[in-house]
C-alpha cells in the first residue's frame, strides 16, 4: 500500500518563493479533518483534500462537489498536501506551481462510513465519508475509475442519496465566501494586488 508521503508536494515548489506550508506537524486537530479549497489558477477548481494517515490526500474537482445525488463530479487525484494546507488561504505567486489565488471553501470534520481503514478504502478506489463542514454536509463517495492519458487516478465524487441530499441547492455558484475569512476569490486578489502596490 505504501506510506503517503508529502515528496512530490515539496518537490513541485520552492518554499522560499510560495507562502504554502511545507511540512506537516501531527496535532490532534487535524485528525478526520477535510478540506475544499476554490482556486483561481489557470482553470478555476475545487481542490478536495481528505486526511489520511496524517497527510492530505487530495483531489482537483473542476466542478467542486454538488447536493444532487445524479451529478457525478470528476475528481483527478494529486500530490498529498501537508495538514496545515487546511488553513491556507492568499496567493501562490506567479511563476509558482499553482499559481493563482486559493480561498478556504469549506472545512469541518469527516467520519469514515465503510468499517475498513481509510488508508484500505484509498487504495482500494473506494471511499465512503460523512462530512461535517459548513456548506457540504452529509454522505459522500470518492470511487476510482481508472487513469488518465498523464497516468492520473481519476475519480468520481457524488452526494450520497441521504437527508443531506439537495438537488435544488448549488453552493459553488451561491455561496462563494471563505469560510475562514468571509471573502470571495476576488477581494482577497484585489487586497493583495493594493498592498503590493503600496510597497
Ligand atoms: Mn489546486
Redesign the pocket.
Known sequence: MGVLTLKEYQKKRDFKLTPEPKKSKASKKYQNIFVI?K?D?TNL?Y?FRIEIGGVLVSW?VPKGPSTNPQEKRLAIR?ENHPLEYVDFEGIIPEDQY?AGTVIVWDQGKYKNQRDIEMSKALAEGKIEIWLKGKKIQGGYNLIKTGKNKQGKEQWLLMKANDKKADARRNPTSTEQKSVKSNKTIKQIRQEYEQDSQKS
Do not use: N, S
Request: cysteine-free; aromatic content about 0%.
Open positions: 479549497q482556486h489558477a477548481h481542490d482537483a494529486t499553482g
